[in-house]
Each structure stands twice: as structure tokens, then as C-alpha cells.
């Protein structure tokens, strides 16, 4: 028989390791931005003093039931891809947001070594160092949050649910001594209602759209904003889009993925302040890169925007369309069969063999989609073409900036 015996004590992992590859990172971030020097330059306290500033990253958690374990191992992975692989703006930074991190934890050990040596907090090189701190740690959070923001934003669909997000520190403890950044993950699912069109009925999907300080902000649209549309007495209106709309643009936007419709829609509809009218509808232009490729359809129904259909920018019932047809005797047939109401055909055109073709769809208002030969469709691509777009409505949508930043300080405060 054999002898019960007591399990063997677990050890503790090294934390030796993630220091050393700290290190090693630390280097490989100051090498891209020029500062190796400084790092060679360094003592075992200074290299030490950095590591005591480096910020975690916890795994998103759920916020509430409407959030899946398989969703959220979803979030998890793009979010680690993002933040150690992905450049949050290629056109001002070449680091990723895990190097702009530690540029934060270079900075930061530079300034308190600057105020031990210099023994006096309004020294010139203590106040500049303390900038640079500042500014670092600053840039790092926005961006952190921002490629979030970027993440729901494509994931978010109106016809099944909406993702949003809550970044904040941590408390630091006295054990861990260093400030960790928590994600709470909601989901909110679809709204929907039924309206009444040409005696049936009809589901509709409430538009809405990602956020950092609620489940989900809904969309409504000014009074004003319908003119002669609206003669009712509410001040705003929700706004709803049915599934024939959703089906019709990921049909004819043929070159985007999932992802990039999801968020072509968010960005075309978080902030409807115009509306063309046009035939007894409401025209809401949709651009992609900048560049108009279509319209939602609207009319206003039991004092809602309800959104029924996605016109390519070619179709009869658009302003160019219609103009298209006057040129070309092409009917609406013709166009479908054709297929020049496909986002695919316009990128495929060559302008060499067709200039013909070409003359006739500059003369009818459509010239600028010939530009979209030069762009990637994927979904990194579209979100870096309007990163400042992005990175504004976020700052706009936050509740409170005071309080956000006083929590930072706080949690700032506590590790030195």
C-alpha cells in the first residue's frame, strides 16, 4: 500500500524574468526613438526606478450578463494584438501602445531621478522633466483607451448589440505598488420595434452607438435637423434602421468585411446634424475614406427617423444617380445588372480601357470614387484614415475629464 504523501509546494514564479525582458524592451523602445544612449547611461537603480513605474494591463472583464465568455475572449485577443503589435496613430508614432508605456516609465524615472539629484521641485530640469512625464503618461492613457474604442466600434451591430466600455485605474495596493488599468465590457442588446409601413409591419433596429461612461448611448436626431419632414413638437427623435437597410449596404459595400461595416455605420451616424431631401425621402450621405459612396434612406414614421433602405451613390432616387440616368439612359435594371451599384466594381475600373465611362461618371457627380482604387478596405485602414475623428468624439463623450483625471493622479500618486 502505498504511503499518502503531501503535494509538493508550488514556487513562486521569478519575478526576476519580467523584469529582464522589461529591460530588454525598455531598450528596444528607446533604440526606435533615439534615447539608446540614455538607457546605456543608466544605473541598476535608475533601470529599477523605471520598473517600479510600469502600468498593467488586466484581462477585460464583463460588466454585465449580455457580455459572453466567448465575446469577451474575443475583446481579450484583438486587444492584446492591438496593444502590443499596432502603432495607435501610424502617422505620428511609430511605437505601439505598449512602448508608448514604457516611454511613459523612461520619462517618469527620469523625473524623479532629476528631482532626488536636484533636491529642488522648481528646478528647470525638474519642471521640464515633469512635463515630459506628464505628457507621456497622458498620451498612453488616450491612446489605450482609443484603440478600445476602435475595437467596439466594429464589433457593435445595431441588429443584434451594441459593445461598450469603461477603462479606469486600479487601487494600488501595498503589495503590488503599481497601477493597473481595469476594462469593464457591457453589452446592451438590440432594441427593436415594429412600424407600420404600406399596411405591414415591419422590425426595426434602434440606433446607437459604442460608449466609455454608459452600456449604450442611443442616437436621436433635432426637430430641426427634418425641416419640412417633421411637423410634430417633440425636440429630437430616436432614430431606427431596418434590416433591409443593414442587408442592402453589407451587399453593396462588397469590399468590407464585417468589422468595417460595423464601423463605416458608427461613424456615418454617431453625429446626424444634416439631411438631404430629396423625392419626398430624407438622404443621409455615407462616406467611406472620406469619399461618398451612398445614402441611408429615411422618412420620418410615428415620430421616429426610421432608416428603410441603403442607395449606392449611383442608384435612381439619388442626386446622381438620377443624373447618371439622364446621361446614360441607364435604368435601374441596368444598373443592377451591370453592377455599378457594388463598392467592387468602382475600385476594379480601369480608367485607361473605359475613359468614356469615366467622363460620363465625373459629369454626373460621381469622379471621386475612382480615388478609392488607391485604398485597402480592411478595418485598420478605414479607422486610421479618421483617427482624429475618433479620437475627439471619444474625448467628447466623456462624462467627467475632471474626475478621470483625478483618479489617475491618485493612482499615480500611490506608486511613488
Known sequence: MSKNRKPKKKTAPSQNGGYKQFLRDMRQMLVLVDLEDSFLEMNTQDKREMYKCAI??????????????????LITARLKTYYRTYSPDPRKYTLSTYQL?????????????????????????????????????????????LQYFRLITQLSKPDQKYFSVRVRPAPVTKFTKRVDLISEVYGSPAHVRMFVLNGH???????????????????SVDASVLGSAYSGTRPQLEVYIQSHALRRMRERLDLLDEGAVNYALWENTHTITKLEHYNRYLLLPFKVFDVKIGYLVASVVQNKVLFR????????????????????????????????????????????????????????????????KEKNFDIDALQEANLNGLAEYLKRSQSSPEVEEQEWEAALNEMI
Open 309 to 372: 433602405t441603403f442607395l449606392f451613390v449611383t442608384h435612381n432616387c439619388t442626386p446622381e444617380g438620377d443624373r447618371l440616368q439622364k446621361l446614360t439612359g441607364l435604368e435601374k435594371h441596368d444598373v443592377t445588372y451591370w453592377r455599378i451599384d457594388r463598392l467592387s466594381t468602382f475600385v476594379k475600373l480601369d480608367e485607361e480601357k473605359y475613359p468614356d465611362l469615366i467622363r460620363l461618371f465625373d459629369e454626373a457627380g460621381l469622379g471621386d470614387l475612382v480615388h478609392l
Open 56 to 73: 498593467g494591463v488586466r484581462n477585460p472583464e464583463s460588466a454585465n450578463a449580455y457580455v459572453t465568455p466567448k465575446e469577451l475572449k
Open 201 to 219: 409591419k415591419r422590425p426595426a433596429f434602434r440606433l446607437g452607438q459604442p460608449s466609455t461612461i454608459k452600456p449604450v448611448e442611443w442616437i
Open 101 to 145: 508605456m514604457l516611454f511613459y516609465c523612461f520619462n517618469e524615472a527620469e523625473f524623479r531621478r532629476a528631482k532626488r539629484l536636484m533636491k529642488d521641485d522648481k528646478h528647470p530640469d525638474v519642471v521640464c522633466q515633469k512635463h515630459f512625464s506628464t505628457q507621456s503618461i497622458d498620451t498612453f492613457y488616450s491612446y489605450f483607451k
